[in-house]
């Protein structure tokens, strides 16, 4: 009988074997997160029919407007995860802070940090959002949970992807060994793996900035963004400008077309000169995906999965994508 495809679950159990020390937390771990993301796929879906979209009159620790879809995804993923049995704490882009799984309920030794809506000016418009993670594990031998748990290089995630809510919504994540992309099935409800071993291509043909902050560059981000739009650089012709204003869709776009999405350091508060995008739940999940698809991530200087973070909710300037597009734009920014 003609199958519908390997399922996630399948591609989870399966990879679960192959792994003699596996005992099942990170598939657990996977299907309590993809049960989530169902449920915010599903809300986001008919947004436009009920009263969620709009301003919540709450402001987040990032000094931003809270929109009602956020506060959805936000509390779904704090509530169901923190009852997977898995985790001893989350970050969450909307959090000031750590959010430990509480004593009356179980434990494990898995950290998830996530951005659970990203995208979110986007929402009332009808354009594609997403939900970041990053799995990590604590490695410290106390027996509670504090903020330098989480303060780690992204080199030391086990797991990082997106949900990405578009035309179809599709689950993209590594475990480090190479990227599989799936889409959602709706008749079934199911994952199904649409993108096996995703491979980006070595240089792109887009480059995504928001150019509107030209005025608030430093030299070397102006010569390095001039750089794809001259018909001298190494393609030979000025790369297509695409940007949505939504990292998840346009990191994937680039992911599979190929291409360089960028979101500098500016000086909109000349005090501090720093990027827009998050470290820990935006910058190195997509990090860690892209460079396992072929590609590369840095701050215009070092490798972003090198970096460790000070403060949770640390931003960092970003540079992602095509490898050689990335590596020409860090060559660009030193120089
Ligand atoms: P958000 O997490 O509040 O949605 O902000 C992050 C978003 C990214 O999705 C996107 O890449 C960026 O902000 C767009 O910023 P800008 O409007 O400054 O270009
Ligand atoms: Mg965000």
Redesign the pocket.
Same mark, same amino acid.
């Given at each position: 009988m003609e199958g519908i495809g390997i399922t996630v679950t399948e591609h989870l159990l399966i990879h679960q074997k192959e792994s003699p020390m596996a005992t099942g937390r990170f598939t657990r771990l996977m299907g309590e997160l993809i049960f989530s993301a169902k449920i915010i796929a599903r809300e986001v879906r008919k947004a436009g029919l009920v009263d969620i979209l709009g301003l919540t009159g709450e402001v987040n620790v990032q000094g931003e407007a809270v929109r009602k879809l956020d506060d959805y995804a936000n509390n779904i993923l704090i509530y169901r995860m923190q009852r997977a049995g898995v985790l001893c704490a989350m970050a969450s =882009?909307e959090n000031a802070d750590i959010i430990e799984v509480p004593d009356n309920l179980p434990k494990d030794e898995y950290l998830l940090i996530f !951005?659970p809506l !990203?995208?979110?000016s986007n929402i009332d418009a009808n354009v594609n959002i997403g939900t970041i993670f990053s799995i990590r594990k604590k490695t410290s031998d106390r027996p509670y949970v504090t903020l330098e748990d989480f303060l780690h290089k992204g080199t030391e995630q086990v797991a990082a992807g997106y949900f990405l809510y578009g035309s179809s919504t599709m689950l993209v994540y590594t475990t480090g060994n190479g990227v599989n992309g799936f889409t959602l099935d709706p008749s079934v409800g199911e994952f199904l793996l649409s993108h096996p071993d995703i491979k980006t291509p070595e240089r792109g043909k887009i480059y995504s900035v928001n150019e509107a902050y030209t005025c608030y560059w430093d030299e070397a981000t102006r010569r390095t963004v001039e750089y794809f739009k001259s018909p001298e650089n190494d393609l030979g012709k000025p790369y297509s400008s695409r940007y949505i204003g939504s990292?998840v869709a346009d990191f994937h776009r680039n992911l599979i077309y190929g291409g360089i999405f960028m979101y500098p350091a500016d000086k909109r508060d000349p005090a501090k000169p720093r990027g827009k995008l998050r470290l820990l739940c =935006?910058a190195a999940p997509l990090a860690f995906v892209v460079e396992q698809a072929g590609g590369a991530a840095t701050d215009g200087k070092t490798r972003i999965l090198d970096l460790k973070p000070e403060r949770l909710h640390e931003r960092v300037p970003l540079f992602i994508g095509s490898r050689k597009d990335v590596e020409k734009a860090t060559e660009l920014m030193s120089s």
């Open positions: =882009e !951005d !990203d995208g979110s990292l =935006e």
